[in-house]
């Protein structure tokens, strides 16, 4: 069975929770786009996926305990808008679609190590470096696990919005190269946040913009 077929298979038999159904809904839509999955989808597809059959082996009573907040490594979001500030992109975020845009907190904010999330230039809330959630009542459950999905796999939220809107995640601009397309992202943003372009699917990389004000609370 393909990685695919067992997504799909976990889907119907509605045991995918929520906190990773934003994730496999937006591989289940890429995958129906392109026809297949990138390596580092298919890597994180099957992660899940056996994350999700240890479970289902026989073990005690299937008590659900969900968990208060996501546990994230945001650091690799963080190095990326380290990187762009670097460059001089003193406002650097990157768009999720929906008019949805994170940013890093700075180094030297009230929250280092931070991502905050913006709706159409509007503070929604931040999620900060020990994986705590601080949302606004206002965000919905789809724009949570957006953002929930993008701390989670920064570099595949960047190809879905690539492929879904024909822009670069960072700056907006048309993609006009097949290999931005495919990265979700284009060869200049690439050099200013620091990520691979062109040449292999960074292993681990991220995504962002330059056009909101970052900073809220
Ligand atoms: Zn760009």
Not at 33 to 59: C, F, K, V
Not at 105 to 118: D, E
Request: glycine share 8%.
């Amino acid at each position: 069975m393909t990685t695919i077929q067992k997504l799909q298979q976990l889907m119907q038999a509605q045991r995918i929770r929520a906190n990773d159904e934003g994730f496999v809904l937006s591989l289940l839509r890429f995958a129906q786009i392109r026809g297949t999955l990138t390596t580092g989808q298919d890597n994180a597809a099957q992660r899940l996926i056996a994350r999700y059959e240890q479970r289902a082996t026989p073990q005690a009573s299937t008590a659900s305990t969900v968990p208060t907040f996501t546990r994230v490594d945001l650091s690799p979001i963080v190095r990326m808008f380290d990187a762009a500030r670097a460059h001089g992109l003193r406002r650097a975020s990157i768009r999720l679609g929906n008019g949805l845009k994170v940013s890093a907190a700075s180094p030297t904010s009230a929250n280092p190590g931070a991502i905050y999330v913006k709706r159409d230039g509007d503070y929604l809330g931040k999620i900060t470096s020990e994986g705590r959630e601080f949302f606004s009542p206002s965000m919905t459950s789809a724009e949570k696990e957006l953002v929930r999905e993008f701390a989670q796999h920064p570099l595949e939220r960047a190809t879905v919005y690539g492929h879904a809107t024909g822009q670069c995640c960072f700056c907006g601009r048309e993609l006009t190269d097949a290999r931005s397309v495919a990265m979700g992202y284009g060869p200049i943003c690439a050099d200013h946040y620091g990520l691979d372009w062109g040449h292999q699917r960074a292993a681990q990389s991220v995504d962002v913009v330059d056009d909101v004000r970052t900073q809220a609370a």
